[in-house]
């Protein structure tokens, strides 16, 4: 129940082109779904947030559709550019005593063509 | 505004042997989180701290041990090192006592047992 099941392991998009990854998840005691960007090198880097109470968010070329029903989350990235090329994590979380414990994917990475 | 520091950035070390690594979060930030890093497992989360208590830990050995300083830097030490402690190990902290909003993460360190 504490998993979150992230797909597609990797992903190649062409440049230009929509890359979509997916997470789902178990417990419904989850409330806060982001999703970080990690280069190589680096620690993840928060890319985007959404709550259950919202279907949909977007910032810019990055949008998450959230399916509360289907337990299932996503991201969109739109007109895929190289520099996005990048390992995504998603994470769910919920509180817990009083703070938030946070269950990650196991990632995808994305390598988009120029 | 400078960024979670972690030292130091690689270690070598030999198999039975200790660690200690070091995080500074970002000035003003009180929460401060632990994960390990590996191409297998994702991010696995080790323990939160918050003024100098911790709040939550995971599924880890008793090897792993950390603790939080008044001034909210954290350190973690891991003792006996076997070869599957092999990892980057990141350092996130958050501005509130729920990291509710997400973290910011370190660049890491990357732990390698020989």
């Known amino acids: 129940q504490q998993q979150v099941k992230q797909s597609p392991q990797s992903l190649i998009v062409q440049k230009g082109g929509i890359s979509i990854i997916n997470c789902a998840y178990e417990?419904?005691?989850?409330?806060?779904f982001p999703w970080y960007q990690q280069f190589p090198g680096k620690g993840p880097a928060l890319l985007i947030a959404i709550r259950p109470d919202v279907s949909e968010k977007k910032e810019g070329r990055f949008t998450i559709s959230f399916n509360k029903s289907a337990k299932q989350f996503s991201l969109h990235i739109m007109d895929s550019q190289p520099g996005d090329s990048a390992t995504y994590f998603c994470a769910a979380s919920m509180s817990t005593s009083g703070t938030y414990k946070y269950i990650f994917g196991t990632g995808t990475r994305l390598k988009v063509l120029a | 505004k400078a960024g979670v520091t972690q030292t130091p950035r690689y270690l070598i070390k030999t198999r039975g042997q200790q660690v200690t690594l070091s995080c500074s979060p970002i000035?003003?930030?009180?929460?401060v989180s632990w994960y390990q890093q590996t191409p297998g497992q994702g991010l696995q989360f080790l323990f939160e701290y918050f003024s100098e208590t911790q709040r939550n830990k995971g599924n880890f050995p008793g090897r792993f041990s950390g603790r939080q300083f008044s001034n909210s830097r954290s350190e973690m030490n891991v003792s006996t090192l076997e070869l599957g402690d092999s990892a980057l190990y990141l350092c996130a902290s958050s501005p509130y006592a729920t990291g509710a909003t997400g973290y910011t993460f370190g660049s890491g360190t990357r732990l390698t047992v020989v």
């Open positions: 000035s003003g930030h009180r929460s």
């Open positions: 417990n419904t005691a989850f409330d806060y």
